[in-house]
């Protein structure tokens, strides 16, 4: 998910498309990174001693349509989101699947959490391609096996 999210993001070239929305209910690509970053930093640190809600995130500043950081900014917080979920998820035990988390005070097992996060995460890498599909158009460049030309 992770890289093929980057394949995409890469067939942008201008910047300023990263804050681009087919409307104004929908998320841009820079909210939608934010949000990945923000929410794998919150879920997966210290997960087993702290909320997976953890107090010091700012979720709504990571829909704030008006804020602009840069694209490295974005990266790195989205390379730092990844790099915990992933650091996390791969030192769990066999054990641990079964130990309990809490996400917004609400009780998981940790296979729970891994699935829930998961299914969050997929809705918005999903949001992210079709986002990347809409901005480059005719020149977006598969990421699967391509469509039959006819």
């Known amino acids: 998910m992770k890289i093929n999210s980057e394949k995409a993001l890469n067939q942008i070239s201008e910047y300023e498309k990263y ?3 087919p409307n104004q209910e929908s998320n841009n ?7 990945f970053a923000g929410n794998m930093k919150s879920r ?8 997976g809600e953890k107090e ?5 500043v990571e829909f704030d349509e008006t804020l602009r950081v840069d694209k490295e900014q974005l990266m790195k917080d ?9 650091k996390t998820i791969s030192e769990l035990t066999n054990e641990d699947l079964i130990r309990t988390v809490y996400i917004r ?4 097992t940790v296979l729970e959490a891994i699935n829930r996060q998961m299914l969050h995460y997929y ?9 990347v ?3 480059v158009n005719e020149n977006w460049q598969t990421l699967s096996i391509a469509k039959k030309k006819q």
């Open 123 to 131: 809705a918005h890498f999903g949001q992210i391609l079709y986002l």
């Open 29 to 35: 690509l820079s909210i939608l990174i934010r949000h």
């Open 78 to 86: 989205w390379d730092e989101g990844w790099g915990i979920t992933i």
């Open 105 to 108: 005070k609400e009780p998981h």
């Open 56 to 60: 010091s995130r700012k979720r709504d």
């Open 44 to 51: 997966w640190t210290d997960i087993f001693t702290t909320d």
């Open 19 to 21: 804050h681009w929305t």
């Open 133 to 135: 599909k809409l901005i």
